[in-house]
């Protein structure tokens, strides 16, 4: 998608096992899409870690995923999703925007801004800057 955009000069993407360590290079954003309710607590935990060591001081983190209201009952997109995150990972699930903002903190970030059903398919898009 990149190349056929003709941003390569712009974007680098990269492939790399975010549970592991954090990836070679410093940048000024990322983006991470459907990732971080595929994995369970501690995983996210740690990929958000592994992130946050790349990411350059005032760079932005975005997290496109479905995000749940801290009363776990809405969006409805998101309570949806979370039966069927249930069912088919292991431990993956939709986690809620109290969970993401700890993490996030734990991981350096602040300025966390989360807006519920903004992205594609009603997921919701989760903005934090490094700290």
Do not use: C
Not at 59 to 79: C, K, Q, T, W, Y
């Amino acid at each position: 998608m990149v190349r056929e955009a003709q941003l390569t000069d712009r974007v680098t993407v990269l492939a790399a096992d975010i549970l592991e360590g954090a990836p070679e290079g410093r940048f000024d954003a990322a983006v991470l899409r459907n990732l971080i309710q595929v994995l369970g607590p501690d995983a996210a935990r740690r990929a958000l870690r592994n992130v946050g060591q790349i990411i350059d001081h005032g760079g932005r983190l975005f997290i496109v995923g479905h995000v749940l209201e801290d009363n776990r009952l809405a969006p409805l997109e998101a309570v949806y999703l979370n039966l069927a995150f249930l069912s088919v990972y292991d431990e993956g699930q939709a986690y809620t925007e109290r969970e993401y903002r700890t993490w996030l903190a734990e991981a350096g970030f602040t300025d966390v801004d989360v807006r519920y059903s903004a992205g594609p398919g009603a997921a919701s898009i989760v903005s934090a800057r490094k700290g």
